[in-house]
């Protein structure tokens, strides 16, 4: 069986165009992937070191806290409950928000925070809640790390237990360090991205076209050419 060349470099232009066309998808949607596990690492290291930097600003200003009557007290007695030096300096320093709770049964309440509520008050008071996320994790004794929403804006965050002298967990720490900076890179990544393979997308398609559209006549033009009859050398022959 005759292979006609013209159509088998045709449907192998088409394929490799094709595919060519997945990959390209295919690797925006990984360099997207890609550019949200890089943002993750970031801030969960971040988190990680300002967690530990806020408990060492606890120690430095309240000494070695213990647990009192529905409080956190500092190494001289005193409760620690809404005095928000600790919290203002993390947000100062590190831009980050936090909150100091103490255990209550089953449950962490906030005693000092610099979250704000949109009436510009302390959420002093408020709980953590059993079905939090991190709760069975620092009920554990292990620190948590992920993602929340804090009054309508994306954080990352960590919450470290609060444990005394004999190990027990007393309280709980939590820091937020907002995700806004590194999601707002990643946006104009994934626009600029979006449109570099828009573009080769069209490209690709036209090249594609262009390629059907050549094939197609190289392959009407050899079927007319066969189809035109062909004159005998003997017509031109002078008789005797």
Same mark, same amino acid.
């Given at each position: ?11 192998? @232009?088409?394929? $490799? ?8 998808l295919? @690797? ?8 949200? /596990? ?22 430095? %200003? ?12 500092? %190494? ?21 928000? %936090? ?5 209550? /049964? ?10 704000? %509520?949109?009436?510009n008050? *302390?959420?002093?008071?408020?709980? &953590?809640?059993?079905? #939090?996320?991190?709760y ?11 993602? $929340? ?17 004999? /190990?027990?967990?007393?309280?709980? &720490?939590?820091v ?15 626009? *600029? ?10 490209? *690709? $398609? ?5 390629l059907?559209?050549? $094939? ?5 033009? *050899? ?6 009859? #062909? ?10």
């Amino acid at each position: 069986m005759k292979i006609n060349k013209t159509k088998l470099i045709a449907y192998c @232009g088409m394929i $490799a165009l094709l595919a060519s066309l997945i990959v390209g998808l295919l @690797g925006f949607s990984y360099s997207t992937k890609e550019m949200d /596990n890089i943002k993750n690492q970031l801030l969960k290291k971040n988190v990680e070191n300002n967690i530990n930097l806020t408990m060492k600003y606890i120690n430095n %200003s309240y000494g070695t806290l213990t647990q009192g009557d529905g409080t956190l007290l500092d %190494s001289d007695g005193n409760s620690i409950e809404g005095r928000f030096g600790v919290v203002d300096t993390v947000l100062e320093d590190l831009g980050d928000k %936090s909150s100091i709770f103490v255990k209550v /049964n089953d449950d962490f309440k906030r005693i000092s925070t610099n979250i704000m %509520s949109e009436e510009n008050e *302390r959420a002093i008071g408020t709980f &953590l809640g059993t079905d #939090h996320n991190a709760y069975q994790t620092v009920m554990n004794g292990e620190l948590y790390i992920g993602e $929340a929403e804090i009054l309508g804006e994306s954080y990352y965050t960590a919450y470290r237990p609060i444990k005394d002298k004999n /190990n027990n967990i007393i309280g709980l &720490l939590f820091v937020g360090t907002p995700t806004r900076i590194l999601d707002n890179i990643i946006k104009v990544h994934d626009a *600029r991205m979006s449109k570099i393979n828009i573009l080769i997308i069209v490209l *690709r $398609a036209i090249s594609l076209g262009s390629l059907i559209a050549l $094939a197609s006549a190289s392959v009407r033009d *050899r079927e007319l050419n066969s189809a035109k009859p #062909h004159i005998s050398e003997e017509l031109f022959d002078i008789p005797e």
